[in-house]
């Protein structure tokens, strides 16, 4: 059944002298929803919103008899899918709170977060998956979940207030450590009962897609839809990273509503159907700023009745969605206006209110305002201050986003950018010094810098400097940092390009001078290139690359990755393959094939098999297969 779309805002208005009207706790809203509905659709199973409840008591019960209750932490290990759901609720149902730890996250950055959380219990995918903390208890998905012969308990979660802990997730930290956010129970609710009144989620029964790492806060925005009762879809790492693919997927799951961010966004719009169903697509739009050009062509696919796309801004600290703005009509980007359950701040640099048109730092407050940090009360006390507005009896506290916006006509904002060392790449938060650090822990790297550059290879990128030490004991190579970054940081913060420098360039103070840092020069293969001795294939692929990354020259032994390439590089290079050699070449190849005479090997596959199903279906074809 399809909900009747109500008249859409123009902007979601803030309630400035009152506090939100409390939202029911997400699992009484759950405990509603008919048994028979389907609740999670993903490849390792469907479970009906009752198998999900009992699934999650089991869980809870267990938990509960292992000590887990309220501010609990539990570490969910595990990969996306109906396993992680079950776990999550199960968790929650327990009262205590979920940590995320996305499996395909580097091991000492899971290990760091399992530790530095001071989780009671990891649940793992199996019995055979690593320790992640020896301080901490270990138990698979499996033992948490294996019928004992108990008669099933009735589903009763146990009680929790407004501010009990309901998760941590990890964001990058300025001081060179993730830092942990803390989220209470209250302000989870309080997030779904606004995407419902700012006509976000509408539709009765929607098919929500589940595309976020559970690592990253949008996951939040996407799992507590079925809280309401929308069937959650889960969208495998395939699918994820290949427009087609997921264009499809849309379209075979029906999908009502899909979390995206703008850089993966683009190659899919021209690939959506225009008859998908009998209301357009909701696309939740955010992780990072959308341009003009962006902006305009989601305007235009909105006027066909293809998409309706909301763009949505908030930081970790304020529960994933702070302003919601619809992208319709000839608007210039913005980031629209607060939604209900905060109130926003636009402060000079003495904390004066701006007027209308002005422009300064972001402060949130109210009560969706996180509880700050996890055990960092020195770094809660300087981003969670005293709230100082005159709604301040109910919260009393605020949070110095770090971002720079334009106070805009009727309460909307226009983002301008960060005042502070904190970039956003391909919907991911980075503070840079985060990996300025991990460069200098590499032995023989005296200085180092990074900075996020509109233009590497053909995209938004990070770009690595540094300086190696005189007394250096070994090569500092572009493959050793990579390496090292490797192991410790995850991928979307790993630098796209890496430049050498005798020195750094300074201001008359004797500062940094980012602003003199070179640009990184155009192609800078990690090994010696190579040019002769190509097969056809080879040099076909060469050629894509060298288009795609900007390198000059590629030799069969480069790999795509260690030369820059990335998720949407990769999209890229896919597209070029199959716009100039006509082949339909998956993502995934490209990530299991990353040497170019690995991929060049695959693509010749390909071919055969292209030919070979072109020769099949002609009529000569045809008749002898029936003569035979």
């Known amino acids: 059944m399809t909900a009747v779309l109500p008249e859409r805002p123009r902007t979601f208005e803030s309630l400035p002298d009152e506090a939100p009207t409390a939202a029911a706790d997400l699992l009484d809203r759950l405990a509603l929803v008919p048994a028979a509905r389907t609740a999670v659709v993903a490849a390792d199973g469907e479970l009906t919103f009752g198998a999900l409840r009992a699934e999650a008591m089991r869980i809870a019960s267990r938990l509960a008899a292992r ?28 009262g205590a709170a979920y940590l995320p730890v996305d499996p395909k996250l580097p091991a000492e950055r899971r290990r760091y977060l399992v530790e530095d959380s001071g989780a009671d219990l990891v649940v793992t995918a199996g019995p055979d998956t690593e320790h992640l903390a020896a301080g901490a208890a270990h138990l698979s998905l499996d033992e948490l979940t294996a019928p004992d012969g108990a008669s099933d308990a009735a589903y009763a979660p146990v009680a929790v207030s407004a501010g009990t802990l309901a998760y941590v997730i990890y964001t990058s930290g300025s ?6 956010v803390e989220i209470g129970r209250g302000a989870a609710s309080a997030l779904l009962a606004e995407l419902e009144g700012a006509d976000i989620a509408v539709t009765d029964g929607g098919r929500v897609g589940w595309n976020a790492s559970p690592s990253f806060d949008a996951s939040v925005q996407q799992w507590v839809r079925i809280c309401r009762g929308d069937t959650l879809v889960m969208i495998d790492e395939e699918t994820r990273a290949d427009p087609a693919l997921l264009a499809r997927f849309i379209d075979e799951q029906a999908l009502t509503d899909l979390d995206i961010t703008p850089s993966h966004a683009e190659p899919l719009l021209d690939l959506l159907s225009t008859h998908g169903g009998p209301r357009p697509l909701t696309l939740l739009i955010g992780g990072e700023a959308i341009g003009p050009e962006l902006w305009r062509r989601l305007a235009q696919k909105g006027a066909q009745g293809v998409l309706r796309t909301v763009n949505l801004y908030g930081p970790t600290e304020c529960t994933v969605d702070s302003t919601a703005g619809w992208i319709d009509g000839s608007d210039e980007p913005h980031i629209g206006s607060v939604l209900p359950g905060l109130r926003m701040r636009v402060l000079d ?9 002005g422009s300064g730092e972001l402060y949130l407050a109210g009560p969706r305002v996180g509880r700050g940090y996890r055990r960092r009360p020195a770094l809660t006390a300087e981003r969670f201050t005293a709230d100082s507005g005159r709604e301040a009896s109910y919260g009393g506290r605020m949070y110095r986003t770090g971002d720079l916006v334009r106070l805009l006509p009727g309460g909307r904002l226009g983002y301008l950018g960060r005042a502070d060392g904190q970039v956003k790449l391909r919907g991911h938060r980075i503070e840079l010094p985060e990996i300025e650090a991990a460069l200098t822990a590499v032995d023989g790297v005296a200085e180092a810098a990074v900075l996020l550059l509109d233009e590497v290879h053909g995209a938004p990128g990070l770009v690595a400097y540094y ?21 410790n ?27 003199a840092l070179p640009a990184p020069a155009a192609g800078s293969p990690a090994q010696a290139p190579v040019t002769e001795g190509l097969t056809r294939s080879q040099s076909l692929i060469a050629g894509v690359w060298a288009a795609v990354l900007g390198a000059p020259r590629i030799g069969p032994d480069d790999n795509f990755f260690k030369l820059g390439g990335h998720s949407l590089l990769a999209i890229k290079l896919v597209s070029r393959v199959r716009a100039e050699l006509g082949v339909a070449l998956p993502v995934k190849a490209v990530y299991a094939n990353p040497r170019l005479r690995d991929l060049a090997a695959h693509l ?14 002609t009529p000569d074809a045809a008749s002898a297969r029936q003569d035979s």
């Open 175 to 180: 001081t060179g450590r993730p830092k942990g």
């Open 467 to 487: 300086r190696t030490a005189s007394s250096a004991a070994g090569a500092v190579t572009e493959g050793v940092l990579r390496e090292h970054l490797g192991v």
């Open 67 to 94: 000590g887990i209750g309220p501010e609990s932490v539990v570490a969910l290990a595990l990969p996306r899918g109906a396993g992680l759901v079950a776990a999550l609720i199960g968790t929650l149902t327990a």
């Open 349 to 357: 640099e003495k904390l004066n209110p701006v007027a209308e048109g």
């Open 489 to 515: 940081l995850p991928a979307y913060m790993l630098p796209a390009a890496f430049v050498a420098l005798d020195r750094f360039p300074t201001t008359t103070n004797g500062k940094l001078d980012r602003a």
């Open 604 to 617: 010749d596959t390909l071919v055969t098999a292209t030919a070979g199903a072109a020769s099949d279906a």
